[in-house]
Structures are given as C-alpha cells and as structure tokens.
C-alpha cells in the first residue's frame, strides 16, 4: 500500500528566508535596545522625561524655552529634589539624550516589525502557522512599551528610582522577545531549507535550562534596580566573608529586597546556570550544531569574566555596560542551542 505523500509545510508565495533575515534584523535592534537601557540605567538616566507622548515624544526640544520646560518637570519629581539638586542644564541634557535614545528605538523597532510584517502578509510570504506567531510576538513588543512607561511611572511621586521589580518585568520582556525572534527566525530557516520542516520543540532539557537561566536573569534585573553592585567590590568573597553581613531579614521578601542577598544570589546561581547551560550545549553538539554549542560556551563564558570584573572595578560603567549586553548574547545563544536540540524535520 502506498504512503500518501506529506503537503508541504511552505506554500509557494512563502518567503521564509526573508522573514527570517527581517526577524533577525529587528533581534538586532532589541539587542542594541537592550544595551542603550542598561546605559539609560547606569547613567540615571531613566527618570528625565517625565511624560509618555508615543507620537509627538519622538520630537526632543528643540529650543531653550522647550529645555527649560522639560528640565522645570524634572525638577518636581522625587529624584532631582532629594539626589540632583543644583544639576546644570548641560548635565540634565545628557541624561535626557539616553533616555530620549532609549524610546526612540523602541519607536524605530514598533515600526521595523509593523510594516514589514503588514507588507509579508499583503504578499501571501508568511508560511501557515507563523501569522499567529508574529502577531504575538508584535503584541509583545507593544505591550513592552506600557511596561516601559508603567516602570518609569513607579519613580515620578514617592521613589527616586524605578520599581526594581517593574525594571524586572521591562527586562526580562525585552529578552523574552529577543528570545522569540530568534527561535522564529531558526524556525524559519528550517523551512527555507526543507519545505517539509517542522518548528522545533520545546525539549525537557531546554525547558529545565531556561527555568535556571530565568532566575539568574530576574536576579541580575533585581541587582540592578537595588544598586547591588555597589554592596561589595571583592570576588569570591563579599567584603571578606563568603555569606555577607548586612543582611535585614525581614522575611520571605528579603530574597527580593536586599541588596546583599540579591547580589550573593545572583553571583553564585550563576555557576548553576552555567552548568545547566554546559549540559544544553553539549546536547546541541550531538544533536549536529557545533557552530551553537561554540557560540553558548563563549557567550557564558564571556560573560563571567565581565560579572567578575564588573564587581571587582566597583561597577566600571563599560563593564558593566558590556555585561548586560553580553547577557542578552548569551540568552540569544541558549535559543539556539534549545532550538538546534529540539529541531526536527519531517522526510
């Protein structure tokens, strides 16, 4: 008895290549998106506008009465009036410029994944199965700019800073779309190479890898809206001891409230989430994808060397900087390896 004959996955006005290339480009901006808010972050910078205009905001003053109003509503909010007072116009321009940086390129990439998608769609490219995917996943990036306003919010009447928590949620959404970019854009390019491929799963591995790398993320979001970095700059240990003192207990909340607990946290999952990550790796050599198990292992690897050096040169903004992009790299590069575990295709 004959075997009826598979239908291929991709129909003929497909273009999965193209898709993919455009999905890997916007993935490039929210890297690049990624990097410019944690220099917005480090520099303090995330407070100076104090206003959400998703259309006109695009426009910065343009003349000395424009700066003049804008600094006058900065200097209402609890930061300047407790921690900036007596800042000169030259200095509030330069945190101005990062954060103005910052919602521009969210702007540029709303637009970057909105036309195209539209014009893929107009011409029948997207194979079937992926329209509802890229609808989520620019559903994602619109709901990130809610969050991104929702986080400033939280800094602009009591706080002179953000909610750490809320800066975990506007992070961890950047890498979760970064991360679905990425696994699309593979799936993608299955496709492109065999009609009759199939997304890759989700395998237990990768799933176990990705609860690590989660905590060790929310962690790191967490040292970075309490300043934890700055609690200790000596590595292993903390200010000479391995478990630091200074801790406030004050519950279960303490492991999301103390600076000192936080950064302990963060510093040593990280050698759990390396662990984990070596065992995916190892799994995406077998499964055939040197080039992934390569580009994890640098990635990680990279990327304990920038926390070390980050902590031991006392937050060193280029260090510090680099260590979060890089972190994002190494989100990228656990994708890769989850999905090159997880790829199949049907013959």
Same mark, same amino acid.
Request: glycine share 8%; net charge positive.
């Given at each position: 008895?004959?075997?009826?004959?598979?239908?291929?996955?991709?129909?003929?006005?497909?273009?999965?290549?193209?898709?993919?290339?455009?999905?890997?480009?916007?993935?490039?901006? @929210?890297?690049?998106?990624? !990097? #410019?808010?944690? =220099?917005?972050?480090?520099?303090?910078?995330?407070?100076?506008?104090?206003?959400?205009?998703?259309?006109?905001? #695009?426009? +910065?003053?343009?003349?000395?009465?424009?700066?003049?109003?804008?600094?006058?509503?900065?200097?209402?909010? +609890?930061?300047?009036?407790?921690?900036?007072?007596?800042?000169?116009?030259?200095?509030?321009?330069?945190?101005?410029?990062?954060?103005?940086?910052?919602?521009?390129?969210? *702007?540029?990439?709303?637009?970057?994944?909105?036309?195209?998608?539209?014009?893929?769609?107009?011409?029948?490219?997207?194979?079937?199965?992926?329209?509802?995917?890229?609808?989520?996943?620019?559903?994602?990036?619109?709901?990130?700019?809610?969050?991104?306003?929702?986080?400033?919010?939280?800094?602009?009447?009591?706080?002179?800073?953000?909610?750490?928590? *809320?800066?975990? @949620?506007?992070?961890?959404?950047?890498?979760?779309?970064?991360?679905?970019? #990425?696994?699309?854009?593979?799936?993608?390019?299955?496709?492109?190479?065999?009609? *009759?491929? *199939? +997304?890759?799963?989700?395998?237990?591995?990768?799933?176990?890898? %990705?609860? =690590?790398? %989660?905590?060790?993320?929310?962690?790191?979001?967490?040292?970075?809206?309490?300043?934890?970095?700055?609690?200790?700059?000596?590595?292993?240990?903390?200010?000479?001891?391995?478990?630091?003192?200074?801790?406030?207990?004050?519950?279960?909340?303490?492991?999301?409230?103390?600076?000192?607990?936080?950064?302990?946290?963060?510093?040593?999952?990280?050698?759990?989430? !390396? %662990?984990?990550?070596?065992?995916?790796?190892?799994?995406?050599?077998?499964?055939?994808? @040197? #080039?992934?198990?390569?580009?994890?292992?640098?990635? %990680?690897?990279?990327?304990?060397?920038?926390?070390?050096?980050?902590? !031991?040169?006392?937050?060193?903004?280029?260090?510090?900087?680099?260590?979060?992009? @890089?972190?994002?790299?190494? !989100?990228?590069?656990?994708?890769?390896?989850?999905?090159?575990?997880?790829?199949?295709?049907?013959?």
């Amino acid at each position: 008895m004959q075997t009826p004959a598979i239908s291929p996955v991709r129909p003929a006005s497909a273009r999965p290549r193209a898709l993919a290339i455009w999905l890997l480009s916007v993935a490039a901006l @929210v890297f690049v998106m990624i !990097v #410019v808010g944690g =220099i917005t972050r480090l520099t303090e910078s995330g407070l100076s506008i104090t206003e959400w205009k998703p259309v006109t905001g #695009v426009i +910065p003053p343009l003349n000395d009465a424009e700066w003049q109003e804008a600094f006058d509503k900065y200097r209402e909010i +609890p930061e300047y009036q407790q921690l900036k007072r007596g800042m000169s116009m030259a200095e509030f321009k330069f945190i101005f410029f990062w954060e103005w940086v910052h919602r521009l390129l969210g *702007r540029v990439i709303g637009v970057a994944f909105a036309a195209p998608l539209l014009w893929f769609a107009a011409r029948r490219a997207i194979p079937a199965g992926y329209g509802w995917r890229l609808t989520a996943l620019f559903s994602l990036g619109a709901l990130q700019g809610a969050i991104g306003w929702w986080m400033v919010q939280s800094g602009l009447s009591v706080r002179t800073d953000v909610s750490h928590f *809320r800066l975990a @949620v506007h992070l961890l959404t950047a890498l979760a779309i970064l991360g679905g970019l #990425v696994w699309t854009a593979l799936d993608l390019l299955a496709l492109h190479r065999n009609p *009759r491929a *199939r +997304p890759a799963r989700l395998t237990r591995t990768a799933t176990i890898t %990705f609860g =690590i790398l %989660f905590i060790q993320l929310l962690f790191g979001a967490w040292v970075a809206g309490l300043g934890a970095g700055y609690v200790s700059n000596t590595w292993p240990s903390m200010n000479d001891q391995f478990f630091p003192a200074g801790i406030n207990w004050e519950g279960f909340s303490t492991f999301a409230n103390d600076p000192f607990l936080t950064h302990f946290i963060h510093r040593w999952w990280a050698w759990v989430t !390396v %662990f984990a990550l070596i065992l995916l790796s190892r799994r995406a050599r077998t499964a055939g994808n @040197v #080039v992934a198990s390569r580009a994890l292992h640098s990635a %990680f690897g990279t990327q304990i060397l920038l926390g070390i050096g980050t902590v !031991v040169f006392n937050m060193n903004i280029v260090l510090a900087v680099l260590h979060q992009a @890089v972190g994002a790299l190494v !989100v990228a590069a656990t994708i890769w390896a989850a999905h090159a575990v997880g790829n199949r295709t049907v013959s």
